[in-house]
Antibody, heavy 118, light 111 residues
Framework: EVQLVESGGGLVQPGGSLRLSCAAS????????MHWVRQAPGKGLVWVSHISGDGGTITYADFVKGRFTISRDNAKNTLYLQMSSLRAEDTAVYFC???????????WGQGTLVTVSS | DIVMTQSPDSLAVSLGERATINCKSSQSLLYSNKDFLAWYQQKPGQPPKLLISWASTRESGVPDRFTGSGSGTAFTLTISSLQTEDVAVYYC?????????FGQGTKVEIK
């Protein structure tokens, strides 16, 4: 069974940092692009970042560029999102998702909640 | 960035009746005879679930009452006979270009 399990969320003060992890299982991790998508409370879905299977291609949404860093460890089947200079508007559930084919997402992890507040 | 706009924002449909959700993109999603559009279902407290890719290809295990249609810039998700378990928010997503973008969501409820 394909599984994605996020961890690392929590409460952080504005300007702080947090690292999210996503443990993948049930598929060939290195063979897939991986993405982070976030959802603010009561709001819609917003793509944050993606990384190619070999880690050689990385893209960020403009609103996190320079503040967030996506990475992966294919030996550990784990995806990461290092978040720094966090702002209140970064408060959201962060989903780890597997990229399929030309770019749709399946499956989604359960998500991890990041709350940025003083 | 490609802007995805769904309508309506919410709708209430009687059990067994048809629900129709529209999705429009700010530019064509058609390339090489394929439309780069997916539909997702998100139930309360759960992550989204992929229903349809390539605008009309239903995922394995998705009930056939869910149908995706349309091409270019205008797409539709139809639930032919609404069931209780279909209460959810539905999102369209374009994967024609990065950043992949989503519609704002359509909330489907029982009337």
């Amino acid at each position: 069974e394909v599984q994605l399990v996020e961890s690392g969320g929590g409460l952080v003060q504005p300007g702080g940092s947090l690292r999210l992890s996503c443990a993948a299982s049930g598929f060939t991790f290195s063979g897939h692009w991986m993405h982070w998508v976030r959802q603010a409370p009561g709001k819609g879905l917003v793509w944050v970042s993606h990384i190619s299977g070999d880690g050689g291609t990385i893209t960020y949404a403009d609103f996190v560029k320079g503040r967030f860093t996506i990475s992966r460890d294919n030996a550990k089947n784990t995806l990461y999102l290092q978040m720094s200079s966090l702002r209140a508007e970064d408060t959201a559930v962060y989903f780890c998702v597997r990229g399929i084919g030309s770019g749709w997402f399946d499956p989604w992890g359960q998500g991890t909640l990041v709350t940025v507040s003083s | 960035d490609i802007v995805m706009t769904q309508s309506p924002d919410s709708l209430a449909v009687s059990l067994g009746e048809r629900a129709t959700i529209n999705c429009k993109s700010s530019q064509s999603l058609l390339y090489s005879n394929k439309d780069f559009l997916a539909w997702y279902q998100q139930k309360p407290g759960q992550p989204p679930k992929l229903l349809i890719s390539w605008a009309s290809t239903r995922e394995s295990g998705v009930p056939d009452r869910f149908t995706g249609s349309g091409s270019g810039t205008a797409f539709t998700l139809t639930i032919s006979s609404l069931q209780t378990e279909d209460v959810a928010v539905y999102y369209c997503q374009q994967y024609y270009s990065t950043p992949q973008t989503f519609g704002q969501g359509t909330k489907v409820e029982i009337k």
